[in-house]
């Protein structure tokens, strides 16, 4: 599908940047991007997201339930 613009950024509510306490194997969620049909998310243990702990793309949904459980005491990342 053609575009007359680049979609808009979603928004990443939850978990929010610096939340504790997140459980291991959470739920992501966030806005709909303007003119987004389709997501990919990425979940890392840096912020270049080199180090990818879990990953999807062509999601229809605003929302990605990690599918396994992630490790605990570990600062994580993730972006749309």
Not at 25 to 50: E, H, I, M, R
Not at 68 to 78: D, I, P, Q, S, V
């Amino acid at each position: 599908r053609l575009a007359a613009q680049a979609p808009g950024l979603p928004l990443l509510p939850s978990p929010a940047i610096g939340a504790t306490n997140v459980a291991l194997q959470p739920t992501l969620v966030w806005s709909a991007a303007t003119q987004g049909d389709t997501y990919d998310v990425q979940v890392a243990t840096d912020s270049t997201f080199t180090q990818v702990a879990a990953t999807a793309s062509g999601l229809t949904t605003t929302s990605y339930a990690v599918p396994a459980a992630l490790n605990g005491g570990t600062t994580y990342f993730w972006h749309v």
